[in-house]
Antibody, heavy 119, light 113 residues
């Protein structure tokens, strides 16, 4: 059975960085694409970026360029999302989500990681 | 970027009755090469991640009850819950995955009347 398990909640001060992990199991991680999506309280989900694990290729939403880094550790089957220069508006639940196949929908999601940015 | 707009924002339905949610994309999300609409529907309950219900606009994900169905093509899509059950109270989102960036609709809250 496929599982994505994310790291725990974080509280950060403005200007700091946060790194969230997404540990996978139950499928071939190296043949997949992992997306990161965030959801602010009461808002729609917002796509942030993805990593094609096999090709080590990444794409980011333009608004996060320069602040967002998505990486992976193939041997550990884990993807990471790091967001720097945090602002209060970055307070949200952050999700990893697997792409079901090339250009497919997001079929499996992590449980979410709450990131709170507050002084 | 493609913008997704849902209607209505909220919906109150009696138990056992039909719920219909609409979703419109700002441009066609039908790929001519494979004749597939790159549209998914998700259900989200409080404190949980979105759950995939429908992909390719009308294909039900494994394990999803057949009271959920999707239809539409091009720019206009519909999610129908044929007979609302207690466990269907949730927020529903449409999402296109036609190009990057993918985008979600603003959500439709389904409640009991």
């Amino acid at each position: 059975q496929v599982h994505l398990v994310q790291s725990g909640a974080e509280v950060k001060k403005p200007g700091a960085s946060v790194k969230v992990s997404c540990k996978t199991s139950g499928y071939t991680f190296t043949r997949s694409t992992m997306h990161w999506v965030r959801q602010a309280p009461g808002q729609r989900p917002e796509w942030m970026g993805w990593i094609n694990v096999g090709y080590d290729d990444t794409r980011y939403l333009e608004k996060f360029q320069g602040r967002l880094t998505i990486t992976c550790d193939k041997s550990a089957g884990t993807a990471y999302m790091e967001l720097s220069r945090l602002k209060s508006e970055d307070t949200a639940v952050y999700f990893c989500a697997r792409e079901q196949w090339v250009d497919g929908a997001f079929d499996i999601w992590g449980q979410g990681t709450m990131v709170t940015v507050s002084s | 970027d493609i913008v997704m707009t849902q209607s209505p924002d909220s919906l109150a339905v009696s138990l056992g009755e039909r719920a219909t949610i609409n979703c419109k994309s700002s441009q066609s999300i039908l790929h001519r090469s494979n004749n597939k609409n790159y549209l998914a529907w998700f259900q989200q309950k409080p404190g949980q991640p979105p759950k995939l219900l429908i992909y390719w606009a009308s294909t039900r994900e494994a394990g999803v009850p057949d009271r959920f169905s999707g239809s539409g093509s091009g720019t206009d899509f519909t999610l129908t819950i044929s007979r609302l059950q207690a466990e269907d109270v949730a927020v529903y989102y449409c999402q296109h995955y036609y190009v990057i960036p993918v985008a979600f609709g603003q959500g439709t809250r389904v409640e009991f009347k």
